[in-house]
C-alpha cells in the first residue's frame, strides 16, 4: 500500500530532550516536507527537501532541524523542544512535478513539550 | 506569506444540500489543490487543477478556477454525513517549490 509512515504518532516530551520524529514514504517520491497544524494558523510548512541531500526552509523552521539522506526517509529533528512547538506534525511526499499530484500526507505526530 | 484563505471558516448544512467553499491566494500559482482532513487525522487529497484549467470534475466535487481574481471554490453536490471534515486549499507557486495551505473550511453535514 502506498503511504507515508510517520512515528512516533503522540509524543510527551519535556523541554530540551533532544527528540526525532521519523517520517518514510514508499512511492518514490522525490519531494517531501514537514507541516505543523496549529488552531486558527493552519498548516504552516516547516523544512521541505526535493531530493537526496536537498533540503529547503519553510515559513517557520526556527528551532527544527532536517536531514535527506535517502530518498524514502525525512526525519525530524527537534535539537531542544520548548513549548512552543507543542502542535500537530504532519509529513507529506510528492512527485517533484509541479503538476503530476498532490501530496500524500502522514497520520501525524502529536507532540507535546512540557 | 501566500497562505491562502477559505471562506466561510464554518459550514453547516443539511444532507442532501450542496455545499461550497471558497479559497483566495496572493500570488501566481502553478496549481491549486483541496485536501479534506478528518479530525486530528492527516490530509487527503481530493483535487488538483492547473492554472491553464477553469474548471475541474471528479465525482460530486466541482472545482473552479479564476486565476484573474485568485480564487477558486470547491462545490459538493448532494453532500453526506461521511463529507464532515475540514476542507483546506493548497498552492503552489510557478516559481519555488513551497506549498501554502489556507486555514479551512470546517464542514458539518447534519444527517
Known amino acids: 500500500e502506498a503511504q507515508v509512515t510517520q512515528n512516533p504518532r503522540y509524543l510527551i516530551t519535556v ?3 533532544k527528540l526525532t520524529v521519523t517520517c518514510s514514504q514508499n512511492m518514490n517520491h522525490e519531494y517531501m516536507s514537514w507541516y505543523r497544524q496549529d488552531p486558527g494558523l493552519g498548516l504552516r510548512q516547516i523544512y521541505y527537501s526535493m531530493n537526496v541531500e ?3 526552509k519553510g515559513d517557520v523552521p526556527e528551532g527544527y532541524k532536517v536531514s535527506r539522506k535517502e530518498k524514502r526517509n525525512f526525519p525530524l529533528i527537534l535539537e531542544s523542544p520548548s513549548p512552543n512547538q507543542t502542535s500537530l506534525y504532519f509529513c507529506a511526499s ?3 512535478n509541479r503538476g503530476r499530484d498532490g501530496y500524500t500526507f ?3 505526530t ?3 513539550v512540557v | 506569506s501566500q497562505q491562502g484563505e477559505e ?3 464554518a ?3 443539511q444532507e442532501g444540500e450542496n455545499a461550497t467553499m471558497n479559497c483566495s491566494y496572493k500570488t501566481s500559482i502553478n496549481n491549486l489543490q483541496w485536501y479534506r482532513q478528518n479530525s486530528g487525522r492527516g490530509l487527503v487529497h481530493l483535487i488538483l487543477i492547473r492554472s491553464n484549467e477553469r474548471e475541474k470534475h471528479s465525482g460530486r466535487l466541482r472545482v473552479t478556477l479564476d486565476t484573474s481574481k485568485k480564487s477558486s471554490s470547491l462545490l459538493i453536490t448532494a453532500s453526506r454525513a461521511a463529507d464532515t471534515a475540514s476542507y483546506f486549499c493548497a498552492t503552489r507557486r510557478d516559481t519555488g517549490n513551497q506549498f501554502y495551505f489556507g486555514t479551512g473550511t470546517s464542514l458539518t453535514v447534519i444527517p
Open chain 1, 94 to 96: 510528492s512527485f517533484a
Open chain 2, 7 to 9: 471562506d466561510p471558516q
Open chain 1, 106 to 108: 502522514g497520520s501525524g
Open chain 1, 54 to 56: 536537498v533540503t529547503d
Open chain 2, 11 to 13: 459550514l453547516s448544512i
Open chain 1, 15 to 17: 523541554t530540551g530532550k
Open chain 1, 110 to 112: 502529536r507532540l507535546t
